[in-house]
């Protein structure tokens, strides 16, 4: 399925039905009592997240979404029917923007925001009699709906992101940790859009972790990918930085650790903030046991080499990721467990 996460929509609200006139008839009253009723509110347009939904797809294929207006009041002291509300199911984590100003955000299942509302129904002249007026002529109109335009931006809600160069092992490693089934191949950029993977530690927790494209040199320049999707990891607890120990292309590890913390700090300085979890993949490898030694002495500090192909050091990851997220929660510095841990 296509995955869209930017998308403009416009929504309409409808108007409300106007109050009636009307007075009761009898052949010995020339004005009988009033007897107009009230108008029917307009359908407003609400948004809904659903964790069911997880692209932006069907708003950007439909783009507007109108509700209906409200039928007008009637003699005898009918009121008019009030139009359904249009419901607009959204992922969770849809931000809205109404020009550059963000307006909501709904950031967990069931969220609803009524994004216009629609116009009340007006009142009947049936609502304006009283002691003093016994007939009286007034009524109102109904409310006007609204128009209003959006700019929707869907940020996944994980707690962990998967950060690394392309071909690092992100898909694989997701694969293997979670049900998720991302596309995996030799070559660069398979990945092309966020993917999402529920992790269990074994013993009845889950933590969500999200796989987005690789990062290149260049990239907040736009090279590769660029860093679009690095909105997708903004509002994780902590980030996964995978290393490829051995790349085929000979380059050193360490450095390639260092080329994406100056793109992510280049994009955004509290990203690079966020605590990492710095893990070298393909122990699997001839040679690794080497690079990971050079690895680790040029960050100074041991580092967690794993294998997402045979499932080496992932027992040790998962529990690494779970210690971080309770870290993560409490607002600490993520020193995770193991000595894994570190600050990019
Ligand atoms: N030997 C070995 N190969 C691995 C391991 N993990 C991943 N690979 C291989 O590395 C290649 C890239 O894996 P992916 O999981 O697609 O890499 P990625 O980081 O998601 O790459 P992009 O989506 O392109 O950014 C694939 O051919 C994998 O089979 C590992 O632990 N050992
Ligand atoms: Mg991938």
Redesign the pocket.
């Known amino acids: 399925m296509e995955f869209v996460d930017e998308t403009r929509v416009m929504v309409r609200s409808g108007k409300g039905g106007d109050g009636a006139v009307a007075f009761r008839r009898e052949r010995n009253l020339p004005l009988g009592g009033p007897t107009g009723g009230d108008g029917g509110n307009g359908g407003s347009v609400v948004f809904v997240a659903d964790r069911n939904a997880d692209t932006l797809l069907p708003i950007a294929r439909t783009q507007q979404y109108a509700a209906g207006s409200g039928e007008p009041g009637k003699g005898n002291r009918r009121h008019g029917a009030s139009a359904p509300d249009v419901l607009v199911a959204v992922p969770v984590g849809t931000v809205f923007h109404e020009g550059e100003t963000p307006v909501a955000d709904l950031d967990r299942d069931g969220a609803r925001w009524v994004a216009a509302e629609g116009g009340r129904g007006g009142r009947g002249n049936a609502s304006f009699a009283s002691a003093v007026n016994r007939s009286p002529r007034e009524f109102t109109y109904g409310g006007e709906g609204r128009e209003r335009r959006f700019r929707l931006e869907l940020k996944l809600i994980a707690d962990a992101g998967?950060l690394?160069?392309?071909?690092?092992?992100?898909?694989?490693?997701l694969?293997r940790l979670s049900a998720a089934r991302?596309?995996?191949?030799?070559?660069?950029?398979?990945?092309l859009h966020p993917q999402l993977g529920i992790v269990p530690n074994g013993f009845g927790r889950e933590l969500v972790l999200a796989?987005i494209?690789?990062i290149i040199a260049g990239a907040a320049e736009g090279a590769g990918m660029g860093l679009q999707f690095l909105r997708h990891v903004e509002r994780c607890g902590f980030l996964l930085h995978?290393v490829?120990l051995l790349p085929p292309d000979g380059s050193d590890p360490s450095v390639n650790h260092a080329i994406v913390n100056r793109e992510l700090a280049a994009h955004s300085p509290a990203l690079a903030a966020k605590p990492q979890i710095l893990v070298a993949?393909?122990?699997?490898?001839t040679g690794a046991e080497d690079a990971i030694a050079k690895f680790s002495a040029a960050a100074g500090k041991p580092i967690l080499g794993?294998?997402?192909?045979?499932g080496a050091g992932l027992r040790e990851l998962v529990s690494a990721m779970f210690a971080f997220r309770l870290e993560a929660r409490n607002g600490g510095e993520g020193k995770g467990a193991g000595g894994t841990g570190m600050r990019p």
Not at 281 to 285: E, I, Q, V
Not at 306 to 310: G, L, P
């Open positions: 998967l690394g160069l392309p071909n690092a092992g992100k898909s694989t490693l694969s991302p596309k995996i191949a030799e070559y660069p950029f398979t990945t796989d494209p690789g995978l490829e993949n393909k122990t699997d490898l794993i294998s997402a192909a045979t």
